[in-house]
């Protein structure tokens, strides 16, 4: 079984539990309408994100993982 790259929990396709899951999906959905309305590339997006203070746990967990790999842009 593999385990998410986050918190350890059982994950599914793409190494991330289902919360962490779909906190990446919600991610890369609201990207999709700031880069269409701002022109925003998506490491200016993530650090946006990161530091509204609205953007939940789950999604700030996420931002970090992404920031950690190699090479951010292959994670969108
Ligand atoms: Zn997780």
């Known amino acids: 079984m593999t385990i998410c790259g986050i918190c350890g929990r059982d994950a599914l396709e793409d190494e991330l539990c289902r919360y962490h899951h779909e906190a990446s999906n919600n991610l890369k959905v609201a990207y999709e ?44």
């Open 33 to 76: 309408g700031w880069n269409e309305a701002t022109g925003i590339n998506w490491e200016e997006y993530l650090d946006r994100i990161s530091q509204i203070e609205e953007t939940g746990r789950w999604v700030i967990d996420v931002i970090e993982y992404i920031m950690t790999q190699d090479d951010p842009l292959t994670k969108m």
